[in-house]
């Protein structure tokens, strides 16, 4: 078993050697990589009989994708760890891609990747992806049959998608509103009241993180209104607000208000139409 003053973290990945004798790969693959993911207390704890990793595969290019960063995607992270001769190793990590190991033969055969560190911002991001997956909002179905609404040759909820898509990069997160109206099917006559955070990362993006959400605050609420009219007239969505938000103004008060929307949560559907989309209750 694996004692308390153990030295194996979150986000330590195991060397090729490792993921072979644990028979995560059939060969010692290059190309694929596996990432611990349980969390740094339980990996000792005596309670918790297994290791849980994710197989990962290494992005050729190295390069990030911006929808696939920042825990934007629940079922898809791109996780970039620096290397020992100062280069970066980029993984992209599905959530089908788990794999359960008893402690007892982890222990046994397990080896770190030493070449390799996952820095603490990359950390924090890992966390949020994991936690996402279970803690994700689903809206009330009459707000997503809303949203669902076709204007021109697409449904709203794809226009919003194509929206965000040129701006990802510089976005943390996109946060509905819906008031009193949050928990609520509402009559046929009646619209939902919604605001729209647009909130962009302040402090890396600076001015273009700004100027970007508000190109998208501005397309969204022209959008809106195309849809689904003016708020005084609206009968099925009335945009009350739509603001470009830094994520420096962001408080906890503000985060038990809005839930983050993504494409998929409206979809339902397992396909990756939402990977440009933001994802998670709380911005990376």
Same mark, same amino acid.
């Given at each position: ?92 990590l599905r959530q089908g891609n788990r ?22 911002? =990359? /950390? !924090?991001?890992? @966390? ?6 279970? &803690? *994700?909002?689903?809206?009330?179905? $009459?707000?997503?049959?809303?949203? =669902? /609404? !076709?204007?021109? @040759? ?6 919003? &998608? *194509?929206?965000?898509?040129?701006? $990802? ?116």
């Amino acid at each position: 078993m694996l004692a308390r003053d153990t030295d194996w973290r979150q986000g330590d990945i195991l060397t090729r050697q490792t993921a072979a004798l644990l028979g995560l790969v059939e060969t010692a693959d290059d190309e694929v990589r596996a990432v611990i993911i349980t969390h740094d207390c339980d990996i000792s704890h005596e309670a918790e009989h297994c290791i849980e990793v994710i197989l990962a595969d290494v992005i050729g290019d190295a390069t990030l994708d911006p929808q696939l960063s920042y825990a934007k995607n629940p079922r898809r992270l791109h996780l970039a760890y620096d290397a020992a001769d100062g280069s970066s190793l980029i993984l992209e990590l599905r959530q089908g891609n788990r794999h359960a190991i008893t402690k007892d033969t982890f222990a046994k055969y397990a080896a770190r990747d030493d070449s390799v560190l996952l820095p603490t911002e =990359s /950390k !924090r991001v890992l @966390k949020q992806w994991l936690a996402a997956r279970y &803690g *994700r909002p689903a809206f009330q179905n $009459a707000f997503e049959n809303r949203l =669902s /609404k !076709r204007s021109g @040759k697409r449904e709203v909820k794809n226009w919003v &998608g *194509r929206i965000l898509e040129p701006e $990802a990069r510089h976005l943390v997160g996109l946060f509905f509103d819906l008031g009193e109206q949050r928990w609520t099917e509402v009559a046929e006559d009646e619209p939902y009241v919604l605001s729209i955070s647009v909130v962009y990362d302040a402090v890396n993006g600076g001015s273009s993180a700004r100027e970007s959400a508000e190109r998208v605050a501005q397309q969204l609420r022209d959008l809106f209104e195309k849809a689904y009219g003016t708020p005084d007239i609206a009968t099925e969505i009335a945009l009350d607000a739509c603001e470009a938000v830094p994520d420096t103004h962001m408080t906890l008060a503000d985060l038990r208000r809005v839930d983050q929307w993504r494409l998929e949560y409206v979809s339902l559907r397992d396909d990756e139409q939402g990977d440009f989309l933001p994802v998670g209750e709380i911005p990376a």
